[in-house]
T-cell receptor, first 111, second 114 residues
């Protein structure tokens, strides 16, 4: 059973702060890792993906991957109220490439 | 690029009727599409994986005779909820994969069964 674990939150941060979202996975064979943002009542939207150990930056977002420890994180710098959403971690299994989604972490950015 | 559409976005139907939901990849070909269901305040649940030209692979616990999936072309997959009942009311979301393992989601279809 492939598992992807996320803290459901909510994670509450003040506007302008750094929000840190974490995800752990069980399949050591996984090679790619995705972060999606889902606003209430809407479908998920791809934010970032990462394949290699280390950091990948895209604007205010940074994905961090540590395959040895089997975790991937998403940092959001200068958090804005519009970042308030549920963030889903998705990890395709190493064999079938069918993604397993975490339950998502609810982020609240308050003014 | 990588736009996925769904139709309809919202549907209300009577119990016992069937509802068809379309998922289209607008600017790419998708050999694989996925169908998800999401109940309020719950996580995405994968229902089935749809491959063009072959039968869909259903997740455990999903009734294939109730949720009919057809992936007739590289840009279109359909989900038909047959003999819908109130417990089938949910948010149905498709996603499509242009290649590799990145998938893009459609906007979702909200189904309400009266």
């Amino acid at each position: 059973q492939k598992e992807v674990e996320q803290n459901s939150g909510p994670l509450s941060v003040p506007e302008g702060a750094i929000a840190s979202l974490n995800c752990t996975y069980s399949d050591r064979g996984s090679q790619s890792f995705f972060w999606y943002r889902q606003y209430s009542g809407k479908s998920p939207e791809l934010i970032m993906f990462i394949y290699s150990n280390g950091d990948k930056e895209d604007g205010r977002f940074t994905a961090q991957l540590n395959k040895a420890s089997q975790y991937v994180s998403l940092l959001i710098r200068d958090s804005q109220p519009s970042d308030s959403a549920t963030y889903l971690c998705a990890v395709p299994s190493g064999g079938s490439y069918i993604p397993t989604f975490g339950r998502g972490t609810s982020l609240i950015v308050h003014p | 690029g990588a736009v996925v559409s769904q139709h309809p976005s919202w549907v209300i139907c009577k119990s016992g009727t069937s509802v068809k939901i379309e998922c289209r990849s607008l600017d790419f070909q998708a050999t694989t599409m996925f169908w998800y269901r999401q109940f309020p305040k719950q996580s995405l649940m994968l229902m089935a994986t749809s491959n063009e030209g072959s039968k869909a692979t259903y997740e455990q616990g999903v009734e294939k005779d109730k949720f009919l999936i057809n992936h007739a072309s590289l840009t279109l997959s359909t989900l038909t909820v047959t003999s819908a009942h109130p417990e089938d009311s949910s948010f149905y979301i498709c996603s499509a994969r242009p290649g590799g393992d990145t998938q893009y989601f459609g906007p979702g279809t909200r189904l309400t069964v009266l």
